[in-house]
């Protein structure tokens, strides 16, 4: 077993998941993926890696209103497949992954309820409005009322994008980096399905498609990228950790999926919402909200 592959210190499976918060794969696998972590609790360790889908580097487009459009109907098509909200209209591409990016990891040092809202805000601004929060103050203003987020300690550590030596902009980095050393069974992969999830060929190389998992234990790794069953995931898991306890019985009760997730799409709902849920209706399908967050959410106010 290589160094790369050998099993993590503490819980002896590691989850590492490739994303970006402006990516429609990654938004329409929440649910799959939320059902994953419930299922492995803490017997397993979670890392997130952020990709950073658009790069600062990139040229801008010479027609930003096509540009829109365009990405805004591949969204359409993705959302087809998943189930998941999107926008009536992409009013702009995401000039870059960076800048929430960053919040995002800032906010994991404030715990994981905390980073969980954070990126879920983060994906609403653009999978559910239409506005993607790719700059400070559009991050301000998508991640007001999110309950036990210090918003001030968060701007420091995470928006000086130009630091290139703060320490959350090192990890995003490293991030990056990691993201464009994909594990060699996904490039050139092929299969079947919308998204099988091969690594994209980019000027530099390779990077992984959003969103992959990594499963590492003590019987190796596991790499189980694209759009995937939580079936899929699972036997991944026990592929590599053969002792993993077994996974609970029975659906989650709605009311509590609400109370903790505070914002929920048709895919986790089954049976439909749970009474007091409000609904932002989307051309893709409902996000329901519990009433703590719609009574705060930037979704349900003016723009």
Do not use: N
Not at 24 to 42: F, I, K, M, T
Not at 109 to 128: C, D, K, Y
Not at 150 to 178: F, G, H, I, K, T
Not at 252 to 271: F, G, K, M, V, W
């Amino acid at each position: 077993m290589t160094g790369r592959d050998a099993a993590p210190a503490g819980p002896a499976l590691e989850v590492v998941e490739f994303t970006d918060p402006f990516c429609p794969w990654a938004w329409g696998s929440e649910p799959v993926l939320r059902a994953l972590r419930r299922a492995l609790g803490g017997g397993a360790a979670h890392r997130r890696v952020f990709g950073i889908l658009f790069d600062e580097d990139e040229e801008p487009a010479p027609d930003p209103a096509a540009e829109a459009a365009w990405y805004g109907e591949f969204v359409t098509r993705v959302s087809a497949h998943t189930g998941a909200p999107r926008p009536a209209r992409l009013h702009w591409v995401a000039a870059s992954s960076w800048p929430a990016s960053l919040a995002a990891a800032a906010a994991e040092a404030q715990g994981p309820r905390v980073a969980e809202r954070v990126l879920r805000r983060l994906r609403e601004s653009m999978f559910v409005r239409g506005e993607p929060a790719d700059t400070p103050e559009r991050i301000a203003a998508a991640l007001r009322g999110v309950p036990g987020l210090d918003a001030a300690a968060l701007a420091v550590a995470a928006l000086a994008v130009a630091a290139a030596s703060a320490p959350v902009r090192e990890r995003v980095a490293r991030d990056r980096a990691e993201t464009r050393a994909p594990r060699p069974e996904v490039v050139g992969l092929r299969g079947a399905g919308p998204h099988p999830g091969g690594a994209k060929e980019i000027a530099a190389g390779h990077r992984y498609a959003l969103p992959t998992l990594l499963f590492r234990g003590p019987a190796g790794c596991r790499v189980v990228p694209g759009w995937r069953s939580a079936a899929e995931y699972l036997a991944a898991a026990r592929a590599v950790c053969p002792r993993l306890p077994a996974v609970p019985d029975g659906r989650p009760d709605p009311a509590e999926l609400l109370r903790r997730h505070r914002s929920l799409t048709a895919p986790e709902l089954p049976d439909g919402p749970p009474p007091g849920a409000v609904a932002v209706d989307t051309p893709g399908g409902p996000l329901h909200l519990s009433p703590e967050e719609a009574a705060v959410s930037p979704l349900l106010s003016a723009s």
